[in-house]
């Protein structure tokens, strides 16, 4: 059963600029750039009736294109073990209203859908529960505090699944939707 999301893909330029980041921290597992992408709602294990319920009706969302732009990292952790390195994308209005629009459609359609404030980024690595990461990750954070990249347009948004391939998950592009008036 393919696990479902829904995201703003990133442009190859943006995801070369973020490549240069991903360096220096041991058991790291690097995220490849063509997987690089800024989540709106994740839906999970959906098939059947509600995926293409999802699929059609995240057509119905109209709005415009709108500027992205990246300003910094931060680490995701549960406790003190880091989950995630990732580079913070700036909030904007029109990014707060497409996320709670697609958001919104995926419940209509019978997803339960996570409930945690949502924090826009580009997930650059994720780390294993045993993970040694000692200062490297202080080293990181100050080394690329006042990283910049973009803006780029955000002119369309996706719908992915995500499947497990031999080199980690593979993210497929199921459906894109415009964003025009």
């Not at 995801?15 to 490849?32: F, I, K, S």
């Not at 509600?50 to 732009?69: K, N, Q, T, Y």
């Not at 990461?133 to 369309?156: E, L, N, V």
């Amino acid at each position: 059963m393919p696990r479902l999301f829904i995201a703003l893909p990133v442009p190859e330029d943006i995801a070369e600029e973020l490549t240069h980041l991903q360096a220096g921290v041991p058991d790291a597992r690097w995220v490849p750039p063509e997987n690089f992408h800024v989540t709106l709602c994740f839906a999970g294990e959906v098939q059947g009736g509600p995926m293409r319920d999802l699929e059609e009706e995240l057509s119905d969302i109209a709005g415009p294109p709108f500027s992205v732009a990246i300003a910094g990292v931060d680490q995701f952790s549960s406790g003190k073990q880091p989950k995630a390195l990732v580079a913070l994308v700036e909030n904007s209005d029109r990014l707060d209203w497409l996320q709670q629009k697609v958001t919104t459609v995926a419940r209509n359609c019978g997803i339960e859908v996570e409930r945690r404030k949502f924090r826009p980024h580009v997930t650059l690595a994720r780390f294993s529960s045993h993970a040694e990461t000692g200062h490297h990750i202080a080293q990181f954070m100050a080394s690329f505090s006042t990283f910049k990249a973009g803006p780029w347009i955000a002119d369309h948004f996706a719908l992915y699944s995500s499947r497990a391939g031999s080199e980690g998950r593979a993210y497929i592009e199921e459906a894109a939707y415009d964003l025009t008036f």
